[in-house]
Structure formats: C-alpha cells, structure tokens
C-alpha cells in the first residue's frame, strides 16, 4: 500500500462512541482523504464488527494502540483481536502513573519485551508510545531511553510523538534518529502558541521543525506517518484533513 500517513482515531473519540457513529464518522475520514488509521479512542465495538466497518469504507487499520494491562495480562486476546483487525503494529500507550520512574521503566522494559516477543512470533510489532513525563531524568538518562534500551531491541520499538517529545524539551528528530530501525510508527502533532500557552496545532500549522523530522524518519525506517491532534480548536475532522493537505505539500502522501 503506497500511503504511508494514517489518522489517529484519538483525535476523532467524541465522534467515536458508537458503532453508528463510528460508520458515519469513519466515511467522512475517508471523504477527506485518509485511506490508513490507528485505532484508539473508540466507544465499545466488537473488532468483526469494526473490521466491517473498516473495510466497508476503504481504510486499513495499520495499528491500534493497545492497554500495557492488556498486553501484560491478555496477549492471546490481543492476538486473536489483531487478526480480525489484519493490523500488524500493536503501541502501548502509556505506563501506570506509578511505573513513571526508573524502576518502573525497567519492569515495563521486561514485560513488554515478553509481551513483544510473543506477538513477533505471531507476525505483530510492539512499540512504545511516549508522552513528556518519559523526558525526566534518571541519572543522566531520560525514562524513555531507559525503557527502551533496557529492553529487547528485537521485541519492542518506539512510537515517537513529535509533540511530546517537544513538550518534554526534547528534539523530535533527534529522538526518532534515536531509535533508527526500531521506529515502525510515529505521530505526527505539531506544536504552537497562542496567547502565551503551548498548543497542540496541525501539522504544519505549528513551530516543529517538520523538513528535519520527516527526513529523521525516513532515515529511521519509519512505516507509517499517523497524524494525531489530542485538542483541536476547530472540528476534528477539519484539523486532520489541514495536517493532510500540509504533509502532502512536504512530500508525504
């Protein structure tokens, strides 16, 4: 499949809540121009039902971003749920708050590894997805370097969000060239100000330095380019399709 940038549904949830929804809204993301999702932030919908939907619109569903509960404690029904879907990258979203420290980055290290070896033997990739709590430092490494080079490279990957990163005074090409070869996925959000507060803005609306970041991932080996806007100040499906429209213009499509 050419298109290499997808939707976060994250940015979509409040239109998202039922299976009803989920079909209007699901065709209006493609109307716009959108072939590839990550699903995330959907009310409850059994994935047959979903993967209907799915198909029933042209959009392929590329990753979801799954639970580090579920994947720790239910990696069959991750599985089984994944091979409905026909969707080969699996990120975990996040820790428990209490697991944000370096012992906890370690533990999660193991886990997801074990977690990441078993859906590799499947055919599925785990990759972990940051926010800016994982940019505090422990002993002159950030959290996420901690858990990610504490872990088996070959079981579990980065899912670098540009924003977070930023967020966390971090360099987003930096930390996607970081983890070169381990970077399957990353979210695309931009980042601006307004009337003196940080804001998350569409890609290319903001203040990231977006020619140096897609060149980091191509660099990285980055699949697929999912753009992700948690807060929008107009409707959701207007920011996507602006983040759309200005990656095209930067060469993606």
């Not at 109307?31 to 619109?57: A, M, N, T």
């Not at 091979?83 to 290290?109: D, F, S, T, V």
Request: charged letters at 30%; one cysteine or more; proline letters at 4%.
């Amino acid at each position: 499949m050419e298109t290499k940038v997808g939707a976060q549904l994250y940015t979509l949830r409040e239109y998202l809540r039922t299976p009803s929804d989920i079909a209007k809204t699901l065709a209006e993301l493609r109307k716009i121009g959108y072939r590839v999702v990550q699903v995330s932030g959907l009310g409850p919908v059994e994935p047959k039902e979903l993967k209907k939907i799915l198909d029933g619109e042209g959009l392929y569903a590329c990753s979801t971003h799954t639970g580090y509960e579920r994947l720790v404690n239910d990696i069959q029904g991750v599985i089984e749920e994944h091979e409905i879907l026909g969707a080969k990258h699996i990120a975990c979203p996040g820790l428990p708050k209490e697991m944000h420290n370096e012992e906890g980055y370690r533990k999660a290290a193991r886990k997801l590894s074990e977690a990441g070896r078993v859906l590799k033997e499947h055919g599925f990739t785990l990759s972990y997805h940051n926010h800016a709590v994982e940019f505090e430092k422990y002993g002159g490494k950030v959290g996420l370097e901690i858990l990610l080079d504490s872990a088996d490279p070959d079981c579990l990957y980065a899912e670098i969000d540009t924003y977070w990163v930023q967020y966390g005074g971090g360099d987003p090409a930096y930390w996607c060239r970081r983890f070169a070869g381990r970077l399957p996925l990353v979210h695309l959000k931009d980042m601006g100000m307004k009337e003196g507060n940080q804001v998350m803005m569409e890609v290319g609306e903001g203040n990231l330095n977006w020619p140096e970041i897609l060149k980091a991932c191509g660099e990285a080996g980055t699949e697929w380019y999912l753009v992700e806007q948690d807060v929008c100040r107009r409707h959701p499906l207007e920011s996507l399709k602006i983040s759309l429209e200005n990656l095209k213009r930067m060469g993606l499509e």
